[in-house]
């Protein structure tokens, strides 16, 4: 009797309708979107971005008369422009992990994995809508941050750029659209560890630890090894050409496949973790 149960329970599992991937799309997006957090950490993003920048632009206008001759030929308007972004990425970040790990802190994975029994469709509508929303919000906030800090330099006669400017603006188009880059490798960083803190941690060290260690490594170190990292890769893809002499500089097009590479590995990762745990 019991094996006739399980048997009709499975033929009744493999008989229902598969929802289709839209469907999933829309139930992530509601998820996402009906939050009041959501709305909070993008505002914060923005504002915040916007107002370190505005504070360190200040800081480089009020001091540029004391700068050396050396100093000011390499100052770069545009990339001393994003210093605000790096805020606005780890909020983002957070804002992708708790949308992911606040299901297992709830209990709601168990209703969004039966309701959707193809854990691979969860994992890819989530990454989807974070990838969404987060590289809109990116575009937004690096526009603004961009308009800031050249509004603060042109006060100051310090170097400008504008977005006339064709590196100037392909810089700031890419650097937006980038964003995503790291929410979305929070979303599998939070299936795989499940756990909101540690998850916020071991993705803010890839991102942030070779910018803050790299230099203390031998260049070869540097140009072989750290310049494959996510870090590097995305700062490559979205303004590497206007430093092409950084030791962690890649050539946007290898830039994008070593970005795209470590997005598959982590959510392959997280596709593997998510298919064999159990809830």
Known sequence: MASTIVDIRQKSTRLRPAIPLTATLRAEWTKLMTVRSTYVLLALSLLLSVAVTALVSWAAGWSWSEWAEADRAAFDPVINSF?????????????????????????????????????????????????????????????????????????????????????AALAVLATGLTTAV????????????????????????????????????????????LAYLPGPATDS?????????????????IAAVVVAAWLVALLGAAYLVLNRRDV
């Not at 193809?118 to 990454?127: P, Y």
């Not at 893809?237 to 097009?253: I, K, V």
């Open 83 to 167: 210093v605000g972004l790096l805020l606005a990425t780890v909020l983002l970040v957070a804002l992708s992990v708790g949308f992911v790990t606040s299901e297992y802190t709830s209990g709601m994975v168990r209703l969004t994995l039966t309701t959707t029994p193809r854990r691979g469709r969860v994992l890819l509508a989530k990454a989807g809508v974070i990838a969404a929303v987060t590289m809109v919000a990116g575009v937004i906030i690096t526009v603004a941050t961009f308009l800031t800090g050249q509004a603060v330099f042109a006060a100051y006669d310090v170097p400008t750029a504008s977005l006339g400017d064709r590196d």
């Open 237 to 253: 893809l979205a303004f590497g050409h206007l430093a092409t002499d950084a030791p962690m500089y890649l050539e946007r097009g």
């Open 182 to 225: 790291y929410p979305v490798i929070g979303v599998a960083i939070g299936y795989l560890l499940r756990r909101t803190a540690v998850a916020i941690t071991v993705t803010l060290l890839l991102m942030f630890a070779p910018a803050f260690f790299g230099p203390l490594l031998p260049l070869r170190w540097q140009e072989r090894v």
